[in-house]
Nanobody, 125 residues
């Protein structure tokens, strides 16, 4: 079955950096779109970034544009989220998600079929 396992979360100070990883198995990696979502306490889960259609199409939420970068390593079946210039409002549980590849840029939860368990990111002020 499909498994997505996130890692790399932790506690960091404002302005710091973290790199999240999502190791995927049971899925045709090169033929999949991957997205990161996050959920802060008391808030709904929100879109962060998508790596779509063979890694060619990328899109970001306005709140992270210019600070976060999504990428994939097709040889290792890993998707990354590099997060720089972190802010306290980035504090959340970050989830990796996947679906069959499409040219569409999909930013809603319902479009993704597979989900990881999440990794906590805490940014202290």
């Amino acid at each position: 079955q499909v498994q997505l396992v996130e890692s790399g979360g932790g506690l960091v100070q404002t302005g710091g950096s973290l790199r999240l990883s999502c190791a995927a198995s049971g899925i045709t990696f090169s033929n999949s779109n991957f997205a990161w979502f996050r959920q802060a306490p008391g808030k709904e889960r929100e879109f962060v970034a998508v790596d779509g259609w063979k890694g060619v199409i990328k899109s970001y939420a306005d709140s992270v544009k210019g600070r976060f970068t999504i990428s994939r390593d097709n040889a290792k079946n890993i998707v990354y989220l590099q997060m720089n210039s972190l802010r306290p409002e980035d504090t959340a549980v970050y989830y990796c998600s996947a679906r069959t590849s499409t040219l569409r840029v999909l930013t809603t939860q319902k479009e993704y079929d597979y989900w990881g368990q999440g990794t906590q990111v805490t940014v202290s002020s």
